[in-house]
């Protein structure tokens, strides 16, 4: 006769708090790593400074927002989403050097939770995010970006933008696994691009020619920018079509369905390392 032993709650408590010990551990490798070489996060830093001046103040003269309002206002929303999307490139190329380097494998041999790599550096990943996108606030505060929404709404804006970001950390880190190299890396810093300025991020969909415009509209980025827009009390776009009007629905959709996609083809990327 066969007789089922049930688990004691304790041990997956346990097990949870292995997992929880030893992501936390890595993540703070993570940041060890980034204190002793700051150059990389000081270079992403200004690189996105760079961006916000060049379009603030070079191009922002030309620019004209439909329905009225400052262009510097219209750019900033556009440019915090736009920094979670230079992100990706930072998230594959952390991962790739890990996997080249041996250091990965190292991990896998090692008595941790399998899980503690990938969510430690996910952690990591969005710490520095939280990082650049207050960075990139007290910079439009500077330029003369203001939020005219309440608190609670600016709150809720910051977390889509951050939203974002998680869900593009697992789409650098399956592209870190996947990808062999820094030529396959440097192809990843070049679709970024696209992804971005391909958006209403910069300026409206409306300006674009009609089957380009409707391309901008189903970015997903640029469903994050518009509901931030929104919620900060900034000029926007607006648009008739379904997508312009679901902004907020589509803000958290996206990135719940990037997750879905890329966050178990990452983890089954990562399993098939040994194979």
């Not at 688990?7 to 980034?34: I, K, M, S, Y």
Request: no cysteine; charged share 10%.
């Amino acid at each position: 006769m066969t007789m089922t032993v049930p688990v004691a709650p304790h041990e997956n408590r346990a097990g949870l708090r292995w997992t929880l010990t030893d992501a936390w551990t890595l993540t703070r490798r993570n940041l060890a790593h980034w204190s002793r070489n700051p150059a990389v996060l000081l270079t992403s830093l200004a690189f996105n400074v760079l961006i916000v001046l060049m379009f603030g103040f070079l191009f922002g003269g030309a620019m004209v927002v439909p329905g009225g309002g400052g262009y510097r206002e219209f750019l900033m929303p556009g440019m915090f989403a736009m920094t979670m999307v230079f992100g990706i490139s930072m998230t594959t190329t952390a991962v790739a050097t890990d996997l080249e380097r041996g250091v990965t494998d190292r991990f896998r041999s090692m008595p941790m939770a399998p899980a503690a790599a990938l969510i430690g550096r996910a952690v990591a990943d969005l710490l520095f995010a939280v990082v650049t996108l207050v960075t990139m606030m007290l910079l439009g505060l500077a330029i003369g970006w203001r939020a005219t929404g309440s608190p609670g709404a600016a709150l809720g804006a910051a977390g889509l933008i951050l939203w974002l970001r998680f869900a593009l950390v697992w789409v650098g880190i399956y592209l870190g696994l996947v990808l062999r190299g820094q030529e396959a890396v440097a192809g990843v810093q070049i679709l970024e691009f696209p992804l971005g300025f391909l958006s209403g991020a910069f300026v409206a969909p409306a300006t674009m020619p009609a089957w380009l415009g409707a391309v901008a509209e189903w970015n997903p980025l640029s469903s994050t920018v518009q509901a931030t827009r929104e919620l900060f009390g900034n000029p926007g776009w607006g648009g008739e079509s379904w997508i312009a009007g679901h902004a907020p629905l589509m803000a958290v959709v996206w990135p719940l369905a990037l997750v879905a996609v890329f966050l178990p083809l990452a983890v089954r990327q990562y399993r098939s390392l040994s194979d």
